[in-house]
């Protein structure tokens, strides 16, 4: 029997498993996964998160019920042995080896907050549902806090916030904390009247880039959208270092009591005996890594050309999901000796939400606007979820919320007390 051992939980290594399910049952194969945590965590519902749409838990599925005919071992993976055929992984007992024949490497990326200096140390980030429910905790703590002085430059201030990044997710998390915020600010009526700051700050020529260049229109619907939700964006804007209470923008200082950073991701790569990589594995159009036949690759970790405009495949669920199923098919493929076949999507569409009602969406290159935009990507994004029954789960809380209002208390995290006891204090007293 092969032993196919899949590192991650995420997409990549779902369609992967799913792929190969004919072939477990049939006990030609035996899967292994590997993954930093036991559950999945569906990326595509933060806003609605963010906004209290969603509960954080609605976004979680339990790897174990996923990978149900698969062995689960949670782990960090360290180090990819090719030349033994073995990875090291290191977990609560300490470091094991483990054997492949063929080996999937899925291990996603994570925040590229650490490229701006303070980020990490002042700013929040969006990769971890810890991090997102902290962010939430700051955004109400800092209404409370609002409605609790009368100072008005003071009260101004709690409500700044500052968002780096005007590509989808800073675009889509501008728009969910401007609603989790105007809801949450009815219910003081001190604050009547008060408005929220909210600043996309963007490097580059213009917000969205990933639909400048075909879809223009979609990005001018989008700004009407933030503008409605009274949200500015700033373009040519690169910030240069970020701090408690504000960022540094080239040759100025913009303040912020609330600073998200949105740009980018940076792979989790391993390393592969003796070489450390830096980006991206350069992957073939089997969806081999260059120089080794046993390894494959997908998802964000992958640097896949696309065959058509010869430039990256994008890095999405989408993407991931799609490159995953192949890696399954060419496995099988391997497993009985037909020649590998080259990986040759085109792609589907991409979608963005701007609050409830309110979408752009592009689906096989037709823009669509609106409510239509809106209902459609949360239609996909139910049936792309990993487990049916926590799609279902997910409906019945949308009806749930529409119904009796929508999650705006802060849940108790590890990043929670140290915001809400002395530093708040001594902030208060110090302002
Ligand atoms: C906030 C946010 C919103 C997003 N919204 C969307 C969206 O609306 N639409 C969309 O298409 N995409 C969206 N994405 C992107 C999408 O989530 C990713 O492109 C997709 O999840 C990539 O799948 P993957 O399988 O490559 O990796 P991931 O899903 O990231 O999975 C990586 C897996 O590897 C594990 N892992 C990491 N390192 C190790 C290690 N050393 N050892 C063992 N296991 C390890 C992790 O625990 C995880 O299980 C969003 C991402 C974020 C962060």
Redesign the pocket.
Known sequence: MKRVVI???????IETYRQLLAEIRAQRVKVTI????PV?VF??W?GEVLSGLLSTHSTFSSLQSIFSHAELRV???IKVLSGSKQIQILNHTGIQQLSYDELVL????TDKGSMIPGANEYSFL??SPEDIQALKNKILENIQKASETNDLVLRHHYLQTLIIGGGF?GVEMAAAIQELARKAMKNYPQLQGCQTEISILHRGEDILPELQNHFPSLVKKAKYYLENLNIRYLCHTKVTQIYKDGVKLENQWVQGSIILCTVGTVP?V?PIDMKVYQEKYPTRETLQIEHDDDIWCG???AQVIHYKNKLPCP????W?MKQGQHIGKNITRKLYGKSLLPFRYRGLGQAASLGIGRGIMELYGIPITGFLAWILRILFFLYFMPLKRNAVRVVLEFFSTFITGRFLVPVWSSRFPENHTISTVLDTISS
Do not use: I, K, P, Q
Request: aromatic residues 2%; without cysteine.
């Open positions: 590192v991650g939980g995420g997409y990549t290594a590997v993954a930093a945590l999945h990326h595509g933060t782990g960090r993976v899925a291990s996603g990326a969006l990769r997710a989790n391993l998802g964000d970790v890095s999405n669920a989408l991931a």
